[in-house]
């Protein structure tokens, strides 16, 4: 056991800390992954921001290490009530989409729909529109439930939700 958990902690909340020496410990050492994983039921949220990035990290180099993990993805991470947890599942869905079951697929549009509909942070609401927009170019289906929410988001005061919102609606027309 490496203590990944003790060493996420600390510093300021939006440094790195020892997220970067950790990743490179799980590639390096595949079996590391499940304590690392395990760091997203911390108490603490700058644990669980770190544990986010570190995902996204791993996810670029080695995905498979994702893979058995798609379903606790889908139950236990999204109940995590945190902005970087949902934004990263959005980016996560997007990328493991290819090794995702239909079920799974289901259940993915359904966390992201909800935090399209509901969510407020700025970078939730930008990865989701994101990967709901890419799925819903094949999904007639989702492209009529988000249509209007791309709407919507179009008039939001933040220029980075409302640009985003307006280019994925222009790739919807297209």
């Not at 949902?86 to 549009?109: C, G, P, R, S």
């Not at 791309?150 to 980075?160: P, V």
Request: charged share 30%; glycine share 2%.
């Amino acid at each position: 056991m490496r203590n990944f958990e003790e060493r996420l902690k600390g510093g300021h909340p939006n440094s790195l800390g020892n997220t970067v020496e950790i990743v490179e410990e799980v590639l390096a050492e595949n079996e590391l992954f499940n304590e690392l994983f395990n760091c997203y039921h911390s108490n603490d949220e700058v644990v669980r921001l770190r544990t986010s990035n570190a995902m996204k990290r791993i996810c670029k180099v080695k995905k498979i290490l994702l893979i058995p993990y798609i379903d606790l993805f889908l139950t236990d991470i999204a109940q995590i009530n945190q902005a970087s947890t949902q934004w990263t599942l959005a980016q996560l869905f997007e990328v493991l989409e290819v090794d995702m079951n239909d079920k799974q697929i289901e259940q993915a549009k359904s966390i992201m729909k909800r935090n399209l509909a509901n969510h407020n942070d700025w970078i939730v609401l930008n990865q989701t529109m994101v990967t709901l927009t890419k799925w819903s170019i094949i999904d007639r289906e989702l492209k009529e439930w988000l249509f209007p929410h791309l709407l919507r988001l179009t008039s939001d005061k933040r220029k980075s939700v409302a640009g985003r919102a307006e280019r994925m609606i222009d790739k919807l027309k297209k």
